[in-house]
């Protein structure tokens, strides 16, 4: 069968094409449509929101931290610092792999895990915008490194930045504090807007109490960018304000000595002068570094000094509370006076221990054999445990307690160094809601002579004896002298703050006790004999023993087979010259042994330091001032003997000389005669003045 021919519609296909034509015409002129409208729409209709976006893209406002106060000593002596440093930055809105970017720039530059794992800590509490420190303290070389490949990552970038630094390490770590990266629960008390671009604040000490005055205020600069987020120009700027420099009290060159004086041992060495307050040393041993935490301490080095059995984080001067043993003695002494429990010649006779009516408890004295009849004086001088022991129970805990408490006994000195911890001075009260007990007759005994519950700061051991110096005159301690504006250069003095000060009944006490205080340092049976044989000043002070386990009624104390942790604290205090005081100190020595024989000798090294210069410079001047003087006087005496009597030899042999010096001056006027008129004419012309 044949095939069917198929014949072409020209006439149909046109109209689809003209159809399909219409359609795609329709179409693009619709697209059209929308992108001009969509155009209209951006630059008319919201040509001002894009126009600022565009304008904020070139244009950044960046935050300029301020530079933080200075800290020095009494004389100038730098203690805290600001250094230039370069740090590698990371913008964290800028990178779209944080891992791979950190992972690669390690290839360049060395990053410690410690540094990734404090830069992911800063990441989660911070704003994508902000930069982010990956790195610290850049070399020349490692800036190098980065600069030729900085192209390869957006969002990295090298800032210059000034970080704290101590230039002298360790000395006086624990009254200066430091300062430390801003952590997420410190992120949420500061003024977020005056902290911006802040890395840093302060943590403990001084750096913490004083960080609003340190700080400064924040200021702002306007820079222009270009499309990979690099500065190309700053467009205007609002300087920031630095922060005020803070002029401590601390002498760096004390501060020393009682470091040093401390040595191995653990222990704190605090020095007040005593007449304005002014904090003079504020030792804490053992010490550490704090420039290891300022921008960010690995952990290693952390857990070595957390788990180090010495515990060298931990502020003894501030926050270590002690049995303050035999160094209560003078106060409670004063106490029995000035309330009449007591008078001076009152005598307790000490056979070794004490017992209560009743008990067979033996109280022991630290003398086995005892002191025999024992006055106040004495039991002051010898450190009599039971003459303490017989007034302790006379007085009662609360009239104790209420007496000490006068001195700051119980309660926090006010102190403007941040961490200070308050003491503890029992009362039957106060055990009733401390410990929910009874208070015992017993306890109130062993209160006498600095044991059981009563404990003590460094601080507030030094700050009492300071009081006691000045017959009751209270001056709170203080470790600022001035602050100062660098800018202006205008100071702010901290004057003295004083406290009520203590009741006095008898001024005449108040003599009895500070000379039984005296005799401490400068009687042949005083138990800080050994200080005060050579000293070319008069010291009054006070040694102490304090227990740290409590030995059993049928034992007896052996230092030399005892360990080393539980061996009794060493104390003393001590306030110098005694007839007008100009330093007070209090030295604790945990497990030191012996107050005379080992804290005594580490005041007395304190002492000699801070007064030796003016003693010996006096003694110089006296020294000349009696040489001249006896130079005058001797030649007074010389000028006012008459002349000795002549022999008659002597009289011949001058009446001989006088006849010789005759005969030549007759002689001599004889040839003047003889002259010719010549001569004479010569001579007359010459005296009228003519040649």
């Known amino acids: 069968m044949a095939s069917r021919l198929t014949l072409k519609d020209h006439f149909r296909e046109s109209s689809v094409f003209n159809i399909r034509a219409i359609v795609a015409l329709i179409f693009s002129i619709a697209l059209i449509l929308i992108i001009i409208l969509r155009l209209l729409f951006l630059q008319i209709t919201e040509h001002e929101l894009y126009s600022t976006l565009s304008e904020n893209n070139r244009f950044q406002i960046n935050a300029v931290p301020p530079n933080r106060g200075i800290i020095y000593d009494r004389n100038g002596v730098l203690l805290a610092q600001n250094l230039p440093a370069y740090e590698l930055q990371l913008l964290p809105e800028q990178i779209n792999d944080m891992d791979a970017t950190i992972a690669s720039l390690s290839t360049i530059i060395e990053i410690s895990e410690s540094d990734i794992d404090q830069f992911k800590k800063q990441l989660r509490r911070n704003r994508p915008f902000k930069p982010i420190a990956l790195r610290t303290r850049l070399s020349d070389e490692e800036m190098a490194r980065i600069a030729v490949n900085r192209h390869l990552y957006p969002g990295v970038d090298i800032a210059a930045k000034l970080i704290r630094h101590y230039p002298h390490g360790k000395l006086a770590v624990h009254a200066i504090g430091y300062v430390g990266r801003i952590n997420e629960k410190e992120q949420q008390l500061v003024d977020e807007s005056n902290y911006d671009g802040t890395d840093y604040i302060g943590k403990l000490g001084i750096e913490k109490y004083y960080e609003d005055v340190l700080h400064g205020n924040v200021g702002v600069s306007q820079v222009e960018t270009n499309a990979v987020g690099r500065t190309l120009r700053s467009i205007e700027q609002v300087p920031s304000e630095a922060g005020l420099n803070l002029h401590l009290t601390l002498d760096a060159g004390l501060q020393r000595v009682a470091e040093e004086a401390l040595g191995d041992f653990r222990g704190s060495i605090v020095a007040i002068n005593p007449t304005n307050g002014n904090l003079l040393a504020v030792a804490s041993m053992p010490g550490y570094d704090p420039n290891l935490f300022v921008t960010g301490i690995d952990t290693k080095t952390y857990r070595t000094l957390r788990d180090d059995e010495n515990i060298p984080l931990f502020n003894r001067a501030l926050r270590g509370r002690y049995p303050p043993g035999s160094t209560v003695k003078p106060f409670f002494a004063l106490g029995g006076l000035e309330t009449g429990t007591i008078d001076v010649d009152k005598k307790v006779n000490c056979i070794g221990h004490y017992r209560l009516p009743g008990g067979r408890h033996k109280y022991r004295d630290w003398k086995k054999e005892g002191h025999g009849e024992t006055s106040m004086e004495k039991a002051v001088v010898q450190s009599c445990d039971v003459y ?219 002492m000699d330091y801070y007064l030796l210069p003016d003693i010996l410079a006096a003694e110089k001047v006296k020294k000349k001032q009696m040489e001249l003087e006896a130079a005058t006087a001797i030649k007074s005496k010389k000028q006012e003997e008459p002349p000795e009597p002549k022999s008659i030899p002597e009289k011949e042999t001058e009446k001989k000389m006088e006849a010789e010096t005759e005969t030549e001056t007759e002689t001599e006027t004889e040839t003047e005669t003889e002259t010719t008129p010549e001569k004479q004419n010569e001579t007359i012309n010459t005296e009228n003045g003519q040649p």
Request: glycine content about 10%; proline content about 5%; cysteine-free.
């Open 388 to 606: 303490f022991y017989s007034l302790a129970r006379s007085m009662g805990i609360n009239k104790m307690a209420k007496f000490m408490k006068q001195f700051g006994f119980h309660s926090k000195t006010g102190v403007d160094i941040f961490g200070e911890l308050a003491g503890v001075m029992p009362s039957t009260e106060w055990k009733k809601h401390a410990i929910h007990e009874p208070w015992y007759p017993g306890e109130t005994l062993i209160a006498g002579i600095g044991q059981g519950y009563t404990l003590i700061t460094p601080m507030q051991l030094a700050s009492s004896t300071a009081t006691l110096a000045m017959y009751g005159k209270r001056i709170q301690p203080h470790i600022i002298s001035y602050i100062q504006n660098i800018g202006t250069g205008e100071k702010h003095e901290i004057p003295p703050s004083e406290e009520e000060p203590v009741t006095i009944v008898d001024r005449a006490n108040w003599t009895k006790v500070l000379n039984a205080m005296k005799k401490v340092v400068h009687h042949w049976r005083g138990t800080a004999r050994r200080i005060g044989t050579d000293a070319k000043y008069k010291i009054a002070g006070k040694t102490g023993t304090a227990q740290v386990f409590t030995v059993k009624q049928d034992e007896e104390y052996d230092e030399d087979k005892v360990a080393e942790k539980l061996k009794d604290h060493a104390l003393f205090i001590a306030f110098a010259p005694v007839e007008a005081p100009r330093i007070a100190v209090a030295v604790i020595v945990e497990n030191g042994g012996h107050g005379g024989s080992v804290a005594a000798p580490m005041a007395r090294k304190v």
